[in-house]
């Protein structure tokens, strides 16, 4: 009598994240400056309230496989995050890239960078043959189902932002500083200031009294300048307290001196 084995299941049987290329040199669109320093503000910016350090994953220029049909099909977002799910793959290994039917968690939100060789592929106008993989808002929007794709384009500080509604991305009006994730708890704006010796507006993320959320820098930075207004408020009520000292030392010589004037001795008082 024969014995069949049960079928392996997805993760075991698809191609995992060893398994797949994690590069290609020749991919339009490879990272200039900006590519590298704005998605790694928005990372160390990206703190969701409710999740652990160690439950959310994010990512920049890094493959996104989405497709089991096609394993070989990916994109690669200039940044996303995922909740939920570990920062380490199995909770052990940096990832080479996202493999989402080995992950089971797809993307809560992805952001592109605009760039006049990828604003097409970026915003859907692009199309594709039947046999060739579909543009990145037909992944985003109807294949991966993310449920916020952002773009940006720098040569104009525009910040688009939609959701999905019903099946289909429909673009979000800002709301105060930007565009609020009610699931993350946090917002996205622009903000202006200085980011690695760069002034300029920059993407990233606020909390819900709307305050941008600090780098690990700016944190130091934050409680370094908080324990210098400590010890400076500490010198001065150590000041006020010796000026009191003196203050009452010399009452108490004046007293002494109009005792003794009158012909009493202090001392017997």
């Known amino acids: 009598m024969y014995q069949y084995s049960p079928p392996l299941s997805p993760r075991e049987a698809l191609p995992t994240m060893y398994d797949l290329p994690s590069e290609d040199p020749e991919e339009p669109g490879l990272p200039d400056e900006f590519h590298l320093l704005q998605p790694e503000l928005l990372r160390l910016t990206f703190r969701p309230p409710s999740y652990k350090e160690d439950e959310v994953f994010t990512a920049s220029d890094l493959n996104l496989y989405y497709d089991p049909r096609h394993p070989q099909w990916y994109k690669r977002p200039d940044w996303f995050a995922v909740l939920g799910v570990s920062r380490l793959y199995d909770g052990k290994d940096l990832r080479l890239s996202y493999v989402t039917w080995q992950e089971g968690i ?22 594709r043959e039947v046999n060739q993989p579909p543009n990145k808002w037909t992944v985003y929007e109807r294949m991966l189902r993310i449920p916020y794709y952002i773009v940006f384009n720098r040569y104009t500080d525009e910040l688009q932002a939609f959701g999905l509604v019903v099946n289909e991305y429909q673009e979000l009006s800002p709301q105060g500083l930007g565009i609020w994730l009610k699931e993350a708890e946090l917002g996205l704006g622009l903000w202006e200031g200085i980011y690695q010796g760069v002034h300029r507006r920059w993407l990233r993320w606020y909390d819900g009294e709307g305050n941008w959320i600090p780098t690990p820098v700016e944190q130091e930075r934050q409680r370094a300048e908080l324990a210098q207004q400590q010890a400076e408020q500490e010198r001065q009520r150590a000041e006020l307290a010796q000026q009191q000292a003196e203050q009452e030392r010399q009452r108490a010589e004046r007293l002494a001196a109009h005792l003794r004037s009158l012909g009493i001795n202090p001392e017997d008082i």
């Open 106 to 127: 797809y993307p809560f939100v992805v952001l592109e960078l605009l760039s006049p060789g990828t604003e097409k592929e970026d915003l859907g106008r692009s199309f």
